[in-house]
């Protein structure tokens, strides 16, 4: 009899279209293929966006959300959840009742507040939601630091002041077992990513700041975060590989359109062929 090939891990993502191909689902698909996984895709919403920056989002309906989940968790066996941007409440209620089913199985929660232009894509609502429902049931969340104070300070009419510390403490408080805060939005010399666990700080990565700004990115890395543990990585480990990844993407970004640049998440494809070429 011929061999069966090895089934790859397969890393479901719930997280909202993007027709540019920059963020979102796209991203997430890009990534988790990159990073040798299958992906599952669940549609939380339907955006109108480009390089430049979201125009418009249509949520989808909350039962859809669930059963398209539902239907591919019944017949196949899901290694990792990532969940990007929601879209409702509803939605939010829909996943956590949906991972509420398979406590075994990580999730890597991306917290998407505002695209990077600064468009809201997140209400006090929602991130209300978050706290309560699914942040509690979250392995690994990966907010930049403009997200964690937000996150962190909901009840605190927004106290900018709070250390990056101490929102990591809040957040775990919260239920969450660990907390990458990455550090693309602060002014320091070189982009500092720190890894808390329960007992504080588990790793801290310093990368060197690259000109321009991307669209992406944080989908990019949630992504590879997942992709490294459906891999048999610890969160450790998992995170300082899916950073490396996600620098290098970033290094070799493209600029396709009049806005953001666009990681390139299959630059090791792209290498291969010129060193085949040379």
């Not at 966006?49 to 909350?62: F, I």
């Not at 609502?125 to 978050?130: Q, Y």
Request: hydrophobic residues 40%; contains cysteine.
């Amino acid at each position: 009899m011929p061999n069966t090939p090895e089934t790859p891990p397969i890393v479901l993502a719930f997280s909202a279209t993007d027709p540019s191909g920059g963020a979102g689902l796209q991203a997430d698909i890009l990534t988790l293929s990159s990073m040798g996984c299958h992906p599952l895709s669940v549609v939380t919403a339907i955006t109108v966006q480009d390089t430049l920056g979201v125009e418009d989002v249509m949520p989808m309906e909350a039962e859809w959300v669930a059963d398209q989940a539902r239907c591919v968790l019944e017949d196949m066996p899901v290694a990792v959840f990532k969940v990007g941007m929601i879209g409702s409440v509803e939605n939010i209620a829909a996943i956590a009742e949906v991972v509420a089913d398979y406590p075994d199985i990580p999730l890597i929660l991306d917290p998407v507040l505002a695209s990077g232009r600064g468009d809201e894509l997140a209400n006090d609502d929602m991130l209300t939601a978050l706290q309560e429902m699914l942040i509690p049931q979250t392995t690994l969340l990966t907010p930049n630091s403009l997200e964690a104070r937000r996150i962190a300070a909901l009840d605190d009419d927004g106290d900018d002041e709070i250390s990056l510390a101490e929102c990591a403490k809040r957040i775990i408080d919260m239920g969450c077992e660990y907390v990458l805060i990455t550090g693309t939005h602060e002014n320091t010399p070189q982009v500092v990513n720190t890894l808390y666990g329960e007992h504080g700080v588990l790793r801290s990565d310093s990368w060197q700041r690259l000109p321009g700004s991307y669209h992406g990115s944080g989908c990019t890395l949630a992504s590879a975060i997942a992709a490294a543990i459906a891999h048999g990585l610890e969160i450790p480990e998992a995170v300082k590989d899916a950073q490396e990844f996600t620098w290098q993407a970033l290094k070799t970004g493209f600029r396709p359109g009049m806005g953001q640049h666009i990681p390139d998440r299959l630059f090791w494809a792209r290498s291969e062929e010129e060193n085949g070429d040379a």
